[in-house]
């Protein structure tokens, strides 16, 4: 526990001085720095190696802390009580008298805002006297950061501290909602889309503020060897992730699950990428994921993985 507090403490010290700093939560780590200052969120651009027009995710402890840069209305509220903290990003309306860096926004009037769900990083978030812009802590289009030694394989010595709190529990990012004009999910995750859906509020479409998510292009989340999908019969030089057990296991399998468990699927799925791609195989096949709960999300970061630059 001292420990804890000792190695928050030393974060903090980093982000007052405008440096970046790693941090868990429950989806994936992040890259983290002073939401309000444009020098430390201009180093997030630059360790990532993120296009300027790519905004980022801003971290809360509570409402209270969001309220100063945001508005948000009972619609949120109700979201927010059901699923907060939690791995869901909401984007919300910004307050014109909101501090959060130009950069962070793209100079757009919306906000996205997320409240983690990870025990050191609230506790970090508490203490702070600004919000935490973070995205996925890793070179831009790559695969995200689920663990220490993942952000030290994506920064090595470039990074000044990283907030060890573990493996991340969900393994895959959040799931982004927008809140202004349409309400609709923008990019699957880590949330079930059918836990949430329900909840939006359909046909109040105004077309003035379409929102859409820059940085999702068609190839993302990618180990930078191609990928095939559904595939029941791998090629032997390939790299073969599953998610049942087999009767024959090659050593080129890998078990994402041994009992089509999704959840545990979504965990291991980045690891495994980033252990296949360390062993130097230059091509993967993955099995087919049913396509339901968190499947969806699962085959979307698959499919983009799979594209071809
Ligand atoms: P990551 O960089 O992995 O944390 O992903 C964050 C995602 O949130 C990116 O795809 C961003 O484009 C998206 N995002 C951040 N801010 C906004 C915003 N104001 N409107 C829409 N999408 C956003
Ligand atoms: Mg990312």
Not at 175 to 181: A, M, Q
């Amino acid at each position: 526990m001292n420990n804890d507090l000792s190695n928050i403490k030393k974060a903090i010290k980093y982000l007052n001085n405008d440096q970046c700093v790693a941090i868990p939560t429950e989806t994936v780590y992040g890259l983290a720095a002073n939401a309000y200052s444009d020098k430390a969120t201009s180093k997030i651009y630059k360790l990532k190696k993120r296009p300027k027009k790519n905004p980022l995710i801003v971290h809360y402890y509570n409402l209270d802390k969001l309220n100063k840069d945001c508005e948000f209305d009972k619609q949120f509220l109700k979201l927010y009580s059901k699923f907060c903290p939690g791995p869901i990003t909401f984007i919300l309306k910004l307050k014109k008298t909101s501090n959060i860096s130009k950069n962070v926004t793209n100079k757009n009037q919306t906000l996205a805002v997320r409240f983690p769900n990870h025990k050191l990083t609230r506790r970090l978030l508490k203490f702070l006297k600004y919000p935490l812009a973070a995205p996925s802590a890793n070179i831009s289009k790559g695969i995200s950061a689920i663990s220490r030694s993942d952000v030290l394989d994506e920064f090595g010595k470039k990074i000044k501290f990283i907030l060890d709190g573990g493996p991340s529990k969900k393994g895959l990012e959040s799931t982004i909602v927008s809140l202004v004009g349409k309400q609709k999910i923008l990019r699957l995750g880590s949330l079930e889309k059918n836990k949430i859906e329900k909840f939006l509020i359909k046909n109040k479409d105004d077309n003035k503020n379409k929102i859409i998510v820059p940085g999702q292009g068609k190839i993302h989340y990618s180990p930078g060897i191609p990928i095939r999908l559904n595939i029941e019969k791998p090629k032997k030089s390939e790299a073969y992730l599953v998610i049942s057990k087999k009767k024959i296991t090659n050593k080129n399998y890998f078990y994402l699950s041994k009992s089509k468990n999704l959840n545990e699927v979504a965990k291991n799925l980045y690891k495994t990428l980033r252990i296949v791609k360390k062993m130097s195989y230059k091509s993967i096949s993955v099995e087919t994921i049913p396509n339901k709960g968190i499947g969806e999300t699962i085959n979307d970061r698959l499919m983009r993985a799979s594209k071809k630059k």
